[in-house]
């Protein structure tokens, strides 16, 4: 048995010493940009392109009739009503608190209303209100 653990211990300490090694790398110099660079210049062009999009559907938005924005608002209604009982169903499964699902259908409730009463697109945040 002593000769075992001994064995063992001979094994780890040479498995030990030989994993230490004298050479040293360096990394290569390139004139090239990171990976983390790239990916955040995609992320800004990315975010650049959905910008420009919701701008200029937030224009189409500003020329449609009061009866279309009317319909729209009101598929947004119905969109908050469902999400209404959603959360109502999770608080009654113990999901969410009953006082949590409160505050959120409080707040998209005013979220609706400051919407419909603006007449602002509806699916652009306003800067400045969060």
Do not use: H
């Not at 608080?91 to 959120?104: C, H, K, P, R, V």
């Amino acid at each position: 048995m002593d000769k075992g653990k001994l064995c063992g211990l001979a094994l780890a300490g040479m498995i030990g010493f030989l994993s230490i090694s004298p050479i040293t790398t360096f990394a290569a110099e390139t004139n090239t940009e990171s990976v983390t660079q790239t990916d955040n210049l995609n992320k800004n062009k990315d975010r650049k392109a959905i910008e420009e999009k919701l701008k200029k559907a937030s224009e189409k938005w500003n020329t449609l009739s009061a009866k279309q924005k009317e319909e729209v608002y009101s598929l947004l209604e119905e969109e908050m009503k469902v999400e209404s009982r959603l959360m109502d169903k999770l608080a009654e499964f113990g999901i969410l608190e009953q006082n949590d699902a409160e505050a959120m259908k409080s707040r998209m409730q005013e979220r609706y209303n400051r919407i419909k009463e603006s007449g602002d697109f509806p699916f652009i945040r306003q800067k400045g209100r969060k």
